[in-house]
């Protein structure tokens, strides 16, 4: 158990829809990372929070948006969905930024019909 | 060219084998690698972190970059069945730590 925990495990919905993606990274962590991982891209990076302000930009499309709290737990909203947004969400935590062990939470499987 | 190549397999062993898992890169900048193991509906997990070139060990596990040919290894020994998963290898893209993956080699250890 890595201490990250995301919320819900499973998402189904329907193209056009809006859902948001839940993350609370490991105690004292002030990084969190969203990924994105589908069978034919892979993992790829999509955002970055520290201390609740936005730090880098991935493969981020504009339907997609995030945010960190101030008791640092992030949402990834995904809003006009597709078919091709189906995939696995992962949220990674980290101490501080750069070369800090990012760790990863279980993730969110989001499947849209 | 992708920043990151690995091949995909399957790759299938027997029990005992020694494996070796490679990925190439195509940025001389990259400095920190790491391998990421990945159970089948699980979030990746760090297995090795190394800095530059060189080689290190934890166990049975051996990560192994070679920045002038810009190859990144990682080496079992006496694989175990429960070593099947995903590996995948990971560089660290940008300053503020976001993460460069390769796709992943599904690893099969067969008893």
């Known amino acids: 158990d890595s201490g990250v925990t995301q919320t819900p495990k499973h998402l189904i919905t329907a193209t056009g829809q809006r859902v948001t993606l839940r993350c609370s990274p490991r105690?004292?962590?002030?990084?969190v990372y969203w990924y994105q991982q589908s069978l034919d891209q892979g993992l790829q990076f999509l955002i970055q929070?520290?201390?609740?302000?936005?730090?880098a930009k991935g493969n981020i499309l504009e339907r997609f948006s995030a945010q960190q709290f101030p008791d640092l737990h992030s949402e990834l909203n995904l809003s006009s969905l597709e078919l091709g947004d189906s995939a696995l969400y992962f949220c990674?935590?980290?101490?501080?930024?750069?070369?800090?062990?990012?760790?990863f939470g279980p993730g969110t499987r989001l499947t849209v019909l | 060219q992708k920043e990151v190549e690995q091949d995909p397999g399957p790759l299938s062993v027997p029990e005992g084998a020694i494996v070796s898992l490679n990925c190439t890169y195509s940025?001389?900048?990259?400095?920190?690698f790491m391998w990421y193991r990945q159970y089948s509906r699980k979030g990746p997990e760090l297995l090795m972190y190394t800095y530059s070139s060189g080689n290190k060990e934890d166990g049975r596990f051996t990560a192994q970059v070679d920045k002038s040919s810009k190859y990144i290894s990682l080496f079992i020994r006496d694989s175990q069945p429960s070593d099947s998963a995903t590996y995948l290898c990971a560089i660290l893209g940008g300053s503020q730590g976001n993460l460069i993956f390769g796709k992943g080699t599904k690893l099969s250890v067969k008893p």
């Open positions: 929070y520290y201390n609740g302000e936005e730090r």
């Open positions: 940025n001389s900048a990259f400095q920190y």
């Open positions: 990674a935590s980290s101490g501080g930024l750069g070369t800090d062990t990012q760790y």
């Open positions: 105690s004292g962590d002030l990084s």
